[in-house]
């Protein structure tokens, strides 16, 4: 019986107390990401953000890599096939995210309803107290309609505020029906709701599906006053053709919290359009949130360590395999 105990790489900054609660488990070496590779050869678990790409470099150097652990609920950094093949478990942290993303969704219609950000710049700057005008008027969102792509977790969230909003509120999934309780949600095919929402918030997973889900064909039928939200993946979105669409006054303007790279070089043309609004993915970026996240990464790479089904893993066929040590 081999006496060693695991050993782990963490790729992501924890306090003292979950250092602590590594090292009952583990044998954990704490890195920055740029440190992954070179300390990976021993590993059985690793805890890494997210956007951390999980290359077969990476898996090449790692023979016993049992478990990846990301920090954040997506995990389209890993092969999910080439996980498979060598047995190596991937975990996530869905649900404890979901009211901070669906917080900020929100907060990102009503920065676009209301201008939020030109009327904040024209404030603070010399134009109000040089008796300018202030920017235009905004527009309510009661009455309006909110399509919702992909009603998971977050988009139901999201659902619940909008309701509150006194919205109109469709949604379009893959599944037939969400269940009962959301009959004030519309059911509609994706061009419907395109090309009847006054804003469209994007929830889905970052998968070959989705990719560029939302290109010029599908930003084409969409009213030339809505909003374009994104809080999901950068991809979802033919970024090129959403800048054609801004630059051309096609659509009233997007909110994004997301890029398709991350973040964006200098001279990316979304910088520069007024009608785009930026933020720097911060859709779970709250104290409670990141806790929660953290808390949930630890859990399911110990738990796989210690030969048990950790509480999210996205491909638990390969479990038998990945708990048990090589």
Known sequence: MESSRPKAVIAVPVPAAIAARLAAVCEPKFVDINGVLASISEAEGLLCPAPFPISRELLDLAPRLRVVSNFGVGFNNVDLVEMGRRGIAVCNTPGVLTEAVADLTIAMML???RGLVANSQF?????WSSGAQAPDLGWDVQRKTLGLVGFGRIGRAVALRARAFGMNVAFYDTFASPGPGWEYCQPLGLHELLATSDVVSLHV???????????ADQIGLMKPSAWLLNTSRGPVIDQAALVRALQSNAIAGAVLDVLEVEPPPASDPILGLDNAILLPHIGSATVETRAAMLDLAVNNLCAVLNGERPPECVNPEVLERALKRR
């Open 205 to 215: 997973n970052l998968t070959p599906e989705t990719v560029d889900l939302i290109g």
């Open 111 to 113: 920065m676009a309803s």
């Open 123 to 127: 404030a603070g700057g010399q134009s």
